[in-house]
């Protein structure tokens, strides 16, 4: 059974930075796509980094410049290290795994999620 467990939320002033963890277990995690998304109160979950097995990344236009995305497949976890935060980054963050399968399809698994609460 695949899991993945997150760590790492909390509340931080604007400008600070946060880093969140999230570790995968029940798979071979080197053959994932990793990525983070996040969820704003009254707001769609939206995309917000992600990395290919190849270490190839995406990053929504929000986050360029602040946010990189990273893992350790040594270790089943991927991190989102997240720098100069703004108030509008405030919301629930998850780790996604995707798995690729046959025909362009594909096995998505989540996180719990976890706050980030940046203050102004």
């Known amino acids: 059974q695949v899991q993945l467990v997150e760590s790492g939320g909390g509340l931080v002033q604007a400008g600070g930075s946060l880093r969140l963890s999230c570790t995968t277990s029940?798979?071979?995690?080197?053959?994932?796509?990793v990525g983070w998304y996040r969820q704003a109160p009254g707001k769609e979950r939206e995309l917000v980094a992600t990395m290919t097995s190849s270490a190839s990344t995406n990053y929504a236009d929000s986050v360029k410049g602040r946010f990189t995305i990273s893992r350790d497949n040594a270790k089943n976890t991927q991190y989102l290290q997240m720098n100069s935060l703004k108030p509008e980054d405030t919301a629930v963050y998850y780790c996604?795994?995707?798995?690729?399968?046959?025909?362009?399809?594909?096995?998505?698994?989540w996180g719990q999620g976890t706050q980030v609460t940046v203050s102004s």
């Open positions: 996604n795994a995707r798995l690729p399968l046959r025909f362009g399809t594909y096995q998505d698994y």
């Open positions: 029940g798979t071979i995690f080197s053959i994932y796509t």
